[in-house]
């Protein structure tokens, strides 16, 4: 065990954790009163304290490195465990970004009168408190801390234990910040038990002090986390995303979005896994677009039609068209037209991000009314799928649920709402 | 058994469950695609058809009520239970109500354009599939069916096996209507065994086609509910609601206010359960108050310094002020001030309506703020808690969870929203 390890009893971990859910219940009273610029404040100096402590972060990490290593995992997990200098500059700047966002709490919706005179409001406010699981990504701490607090919600974070001293270190900081305020450190709390049960009491046990969970991870985790949980969930759980190419596609333009949306990054839930190709173009395209993303050194698997206009086409199976690679591999499949478009999409589709590519705009805009997703494109790349990219600022994520928050998850989406109904001393009849 | 009631083996249950959510989220998707004038061809030829067959609704009902009274049931139940001709032209009305409502599938919350060129917008779209889970009023049964095909969603109903024949009657009326508009009557599907494990299955077994879960009744079911259920749930728990009398109050519309509040319908969830009094008026307030609250036949159970200004006054208990009497009783109780007010809210309340009596706008506005309840309101009575005096039309029940949606849930409250994003060819850099 390293530093901030510990292992609690059975009967310890339950009232450790009950303890923790009372501890938030009673700062998230504290946030939901806090005004924008306390916010900002205690935001703004977790930066500075970030970049103060850098090198206790950055020796936390090298503990957790030095365990990963002796562990053996992955070159990718290593690589999202590792900090240095530039990605704590990073965890900094995100924070102070956060700082800087308009303050999602106490926005009006709407605001209307009835004939009678009484006059309603629309008010955001925060949701409560707000547990959230995560893996190895260490900035995580951070990002979800500060997201949390600028919509007003207390949380408790639970990282991966391959990161734990990362994590401290990092939560010193957050709450370092919150103090220098005058907020309870309480706001953000790190579950600091090693104990896997500590989960299971997070998902099942605190459902009067926890009102939200945001798990952050691999499928595995997620899938845990809705199965278990008795406290409302918000997943991101895959980006299984499909770039359309209809008939009056404009070639030069498809080619071009294509290739950005399967290869600027090909490890993110907004890269296209399937291409779809409509029949009266695949001539032409399919080898064009086979040759270009060969170049790119992208692996195509496609079903018969397509393989038989292009050799660099390997066979598709089924799980193919299932399956987010998060890899230089695309699907690919030559359709009828946009009915079968559409039917493919909402047979092998995840819901998250799709997009048609034509110059028709009666298309286009049946394209998005009809595709069931969070994020319904028209002639550009999936990759925009992302919080930053819509402008709100960072994101906690992107929701693949249907219920109360859809597609990227900022700040303001950590909010809900009430009424405020404000009268001259009407009675109801 | 009565006509309708069927019992299934286990193993028959399971399939026939799983068969149903199949066949709702068939339905979901034509729905979802469904124009506005569809939807309300539907329901107003629900409406004619349930004036049309109203004679074998009334059958159907004695039915339910002879053996409600063989079972012995309690007056209240039975008269929640009867139907005569007045409440079936009502459930008529409710359905054209609705058919007259805006559609709010499809409307746009917000569109914007970012610096790139890409242009959002966030589109209103129907939640999929909705489980309806109600105790003994047959009138549920038309208006959940409607409000969920409103708003585009398939539902499955599930009401209280002593409604079962009344239901049934209701439902074939709804069925008629989706037929005439050519929608697919397994848009609104019932359950039509008895077995008491069909509900489990609904909460548990079905989370692949069914997107939320609304319970509809007493305390014990919806925990019931809230404690099982695999899938989000929209709960209504129960209206705990304070009036407060600040210092400022106006004294004879504070008197008119909470006497409308508690007394003019008690068993309404809206009603006043609390009524706090500020010490600095409670002297000359307090004896008034109970003086108009015994004359319309209100009982009072207050503290001491209450009981010490009026001899109408009975001692309360802490039980007392957790307690939704739903009835012609009434807490009461001085406090110090505002904070004391606050807190003793915070401390008893549900979360669902508070109001301040004050003609001090600033201590108004604190209140407003201060109080995390669905409805907040300022000089005016509790009992407006209602999603008709709100403009919604007609409400499913008010929410008193913290996502999704709160308050007053109206056919717009039964939405998602999805993203479109519409570009020239944008490329992600």
């Not at 970030?50 to 290593?78: C, P, Q």
């Not at 969970?213 to 008795?230: C, E, F, N």
Request: charged share 20%; aromatic share 4%.
């Amino acid at each position: 065990m390293t530093q901030s390890e510990t292992h609690l009893l059975d009967t310890n971990l339950e009232s450790y954790m009950f303890d923790l859910g009372k501890k938030a219940r009673a700062a998230s009273r504290a946030l939901r009163l806090a005004d924008a610029k306390t916010k900002s404040l205690a935001l703004s100096q977790m930066a500075k304290e970030v970049r103060t402590v850098s090198n206790d972060i950055l020796n936390a990490n090298a503990l957790d490195m030095k365990v990963a290593h002796s562990k053996g995992l992955s070159g990718a997990m290593l690589d999202r465990l590792e900090l240095n200098s530039d990605r704590i500059e990073g965890i900094a700047v995100g924070l102070e970004a956060i700082a800087a966002l308009p303050d999602p709490v106490g926005s009006v919706d709407e605001t209307w009168t009835q004939p009678n005179g009484l006059t309603f409001s629309k008010v955001r406010v925060p949701i409560g408190v707000i547990g959230m699981i995560y893996e190895s990504r260490p900035n995580v701490t951070a990002d979800a801390g500060a997201l949390c607090l600028k919509s007003g919600n207390a949380c408790i974070l639970r990282g991966g234990s391959e990161s734990s001293n990362s994590n401290h270190a990092i939560h010193r900081a957050l709450t370092a910040g919150l103090e220098i305020a005058g907020l309870p450190s309480d706001a953000i709390q790190l579950i600091t038990t090693i104990d896997r049960a500590a989960v299971g009491h997070l998902l099942t046990g605190l459902n009067n002090d926890v009102d939200l969970i945001i798990p952050r991870g691999g499928k595995s985790l997620i899938k845990r986390v809705q199965s278990d949980a008795r406290i409302p969930v918000l997943a991101h759980l895959e980006g299984l995303c499909h770039t359309y190419v209809h008939a009056a596609a404009e070639e030069t333009m498809a080619l071009k979005i294509i290739l950005n949306a399967k290869m600027r990054r090909t490890g993110v839930c907004g890269s296209t896994e399937t291409v779809l190709i409509d029949r009266a173009i695949a001539e032409v395209f399919t080898p064009k677009l086979a040759d270009a993303l060969n170049a790119a050194g992208c692996e195509m698997r496609g079903d018969t039609d397509c393989r038989d206009l292009s050799t660099h086409i390997i066979p598709a199976t089924d799980t193919d068209y299932l399956t987010e690679h998060l890899a230089a591999i695309v699907n690919m499949r030559i359709v009828d037209d946009i009915n079968m478009a559409l039917a493919h999409i909402d047979t092998y589709g995840s819901g998250h991000t799709d997009c048609i590519l034509t110059e028709d705009n009666d298309i286009a805009t049946r394209f998005l009314r009809d595709i069931d997703s969070a994020i319904c494109m028209h002639n550009t790349s999936t990759q925009f799928a992302d919080g930053g990219e819509f402008g709100f600022g960072a994101e906690i994520g992107i929701s693949t649920g249907r219920l109360h928050a859809r597609g990227p998850v900022g700040a303001q989406h950590l909010t809900t709402y009430k009424y405020t109904v404000q009268s001259s001393g009407q009675i109801r009849p």
